[in-house]
T-cell receptor, first 112, second 111 residues
Framework: AQSVTQLDSQVPVFEEAPVELRCNYS??????LFWYVQYPNQGLQLLLKYLSGSTLVKGINGFEAEFNKSQTSFHLRKPSVHISDTAEYFC??????????FGTGTRLQVFP | NAGVTQTPKFQVLKTGQSMTLQCAQDMNHNSMYWYRQDPGMGLRLIYY???????DKGEVPNGYNVSRLNKREFSLRLESAAPSQTSVYFCASSPDNYEQYFGPGTRLTVT
């Protein structure tokens, strides 16, 4: 069965520094990959998705992620973070015909 | 266009009480989902409905029931609440089983 691992439960970073949030999944057969962001006391909103095609995916708010099939990874990156990026980030994976599986989340804390 | 709405936003129940969480979407999506979110555990699927008139169990269905009342509405019922059901509950909908759109959540405390 598909599983998703977000190794970092918390990532502290200073404003304007680059950040990478890591995501690995278990099965690479026909996967669809997503990153969601959850701001405090809100629901989840989609940051970006990979369904097919180019392995570098650009999303909202300057985030991007790269699908790496050989390493079964889909890491999220931003070259320069802002205070407003402080939130929890969830990686999610779905095999064709199956349900969406979420990782346990990474809390990004941006300090001034 | 309100997207996905959930009521209530907050609820406190005593052990053994029952309640229904309501969810509605105005995006004409076929699929709807109920998740619970607990610290350090991400989101876990309780039940989902691939289309009007169908419902299926997810990862953690015990203690819950659902009703897909029509294409817009998908309710989650706790028949006899337990402290282990203290959580934040999210409803989501999807047009094509790819990306999902989430409601703002219901914070439930069972004492």
């Amino acid at each position: 069965a598909q599983s998703v691992t977000q190794l970092d439960s918390q990532v502290p970073v200073f404003e304007e520094a680059p950040v990478e949030l890591r995501c690995n999944y278990s099965s690479s057969v026909s996967v669809y990959l997503f990153w969601y962001v959850q701001y405090p006391n809100q629901g989840l909103q989609l940051l970006l998705k990979y369904l097919s095609g180019s392995t570098l995916v650009k999303g909202i708010n300057g985030f991007e992620a790269e699908f790496n099939k050989s390493q079964t990874s889909f890491h999220l990156r931003k070259p320069s973070v802002h205070i407003s990026d402080t939130a929890e980030y969830f990686c999610a994976v779905r095999n064709r015909g199956d349900k969406l599986i979420f990782g346990t989340g990474t809390r990004l804390q941006v300090f001034p | 266009n309100a997207g996905v709405t959930q009521t209530p936003k907050f609820q406190v129940l005593k052990t053994g009480q029952s309640m229904t969480l309501q969810c509605a979407q105005d995006m004409n999506h076929n699929s709807m989902y109920w998740y619970r979110q607990d610290p350090g555990m991400g989101l876990r699927l309780i039940y989902y409905s691939a289309s009007e008139g169908t419902t299926d169990k997810g990862e953690v269905p015990n203690g819950y029931n659902v009703s897909r009342l029509n294409k817009r509405e998908f309710s989650l019922r706790l028949e006899s609440a337990a402290p282990s059901q203290t959580s934040v509950y999210f409803c989501a909908s999807s047009p094509d089983n790819y990306e999902q759109y989430f409601g703002p959540g219901t914070r439930l405390t069972v004492t």
